[in-house]
């Protein structure tokens, strides 16, 4: 069975540093992997998507990285500002049972 | 506008009156799906559908019911409703792409049910 697995689960940093989102997962056979990010109270919004075949996407000052056969997945955030301040969720969408299996999330404060 | 829809947004109900929670996209997506987000338990996938006609069970698929007549509708139905059916739920929707595989999930903006 497929799990999915954040670390860390909350994340606490002084505006502009840079930051690593660590996601992993247990089985290989996936179509892609996607990170979301989540306001309190609100719905999910896509930020990155990668396909089974590719190394890495960026978006602006977003880049995510993945690496399928250790089952890990990154998302680096460059320069972060409060406005990043949410949760931040990777899932997979797994090729042998059509299930998107999430991870339960990076909470990340960014301080002024 | 590309975008998945649910109604309603917010319903209070009772235990065991039955009610349905519609799911709408307007961007021809083959693979649709519902989700229920709790807290300390993250989102778990309840149904999920290939196409049309094609239904299967997420990790969660106990109190609910779907049924997929309609490439554009993927409605969700919980018959007797129970308290711990409480939660926040969204729906989903995915293009498949062209060589297999699906592409990026839209989201809905949530549905938020109290079973009192």
């Known amino acids: 069975k497929q799990e999915v697995t954040q670390i860390p689960a909350a994340l606490s940093v002084p505006e502009g540093e840079n930051l690593v989102l660590n996601c992993s997962f247990t089985?290989?056979?996936?179509?892609?992997l996607q990170w979301f990010r989540q306001d309190p109270g609100k719905g999910l919004t896509s930020l990155l998507l990668i396909q089974s075949s590719q190394r890495e996407q960026t978006s602006g000052r977003l880049n995510a990285s993945l690496d399928k056969s250790s089952g890990r997945s990154t998302l680096y955030i460059a320069a972060s500002q409060p406005g990043d301040s949410a949760t931040y969720l990777c899932?997979?969408?797994?090729?042998?049972?059509?299930?998107?299996?999430f991870g339960q999330g990076t909470t990340l404060q960014v301080k002024p | 506008e590309a975008q998945v829809t649910q109604n309603p947004r917010y319903l209070i109900t009772v235990t065991g009156k039955k009610l349905t929670v519609t799911c709408s996209q307007n961007?021809?997506?083959?693979?649709m799906s519902w989700y229920r987000q709790d807290p300390g338990l993250g989102l778990r996938q309840i149904y999920y559908s290939m196409n049309v006609e094609v239904t299967d069970k997420g990790d969660v698929p106990e109190g609910y019911k779907v049924s997929r007549k309609e490439k554009r509708n993927f409605p969700l139905i919980l018959e007797s409703p129970s308290p711990n059916q409480t939660s926040l739920y969204f729906c989903?929707?995915?293009?498949?792409?062209?060589?297999?595989?699906?592409?990026?999930?839209?989201f809905g903006p949530g549905t938020r049910l109290t079973v009192l």
């Open positions: 961007m021809n997506h083959e693979y």
């Open positions: 989903a929707s995915s293009l498949r792409g062209r060589r297999g595989g699906y592409n990026e999930q839209f």
């Open positions: 089985d290989s056979a996936i179509y892609n």
């Open positions: 899932a997979v969408f797994t090729s042998n049972t059509g299930k998107l299996i």
